[in-house]
């Protein structure tokens, strides 16, 4: 499977934003589609994932109660909504899929089929 993520921007401190991570050659059944980020000199850090059978959501304490993720059956799409958006959150978004067990699948190690990135900036 193939993933397309889009959707970033720029956006002032306490702005909105929603990014998407697109499937094409396959689907996303029987995976976790998980969202990093990776800001400039620092390594990809995990920021939510979901499970596509069953909708199990997990969030980094970092966005806890700002960013919620959803899938669209029919788009074959994950949605990344961040709201509340700080300086901090500036980074390249980057969905990836994994079919390791839930417990693990916030370590981006067990990742692949990445996409290119979207690029979000938030101006302070």
């Known amino acids: 499977v193939q993933l397309q993520a889009s959707g970033g921007g720029l956006v002032q401190t306490g702005g909105s934003l929603r990014i998407s991570c697109a499937a094409s050659?396959?689907?996303?059944?029987?995976?976790?589609v998980g969202w990093f980020r990776q800001a400039p000199g620092k390594g990809r850090e995990y920021v939510a994932r979901i499970k596509w059978s069953g909708g199990s959501t997990n969030y980094a304490d970092s966005v806890k109660g700002r960013f919620t993720i959803s899938k669209d059956y029919a788009k074959n799409t994950v949605f990344l909504q961040m709201n509340s958006l700080k300086p901090e959150d500036t980074a390249v978004h980057y969905c990836?899929?994994?079919?390791?067990?839930?417990?693990?699948?916030?370590?981006?190690?067990?990742?692949?089929?990445w996409g290119q990135g979207t690029q979000v900036t938030v101006s302070s």
């Open positions: 050659g396959g689907t996303f059944s029987s995976y976790t």
């Open positions: 990836g899929v994994t079919r390791v067990v839930w417990s693990s699948s916030s370590d981006e190690t067990y990742y692949y089929s």
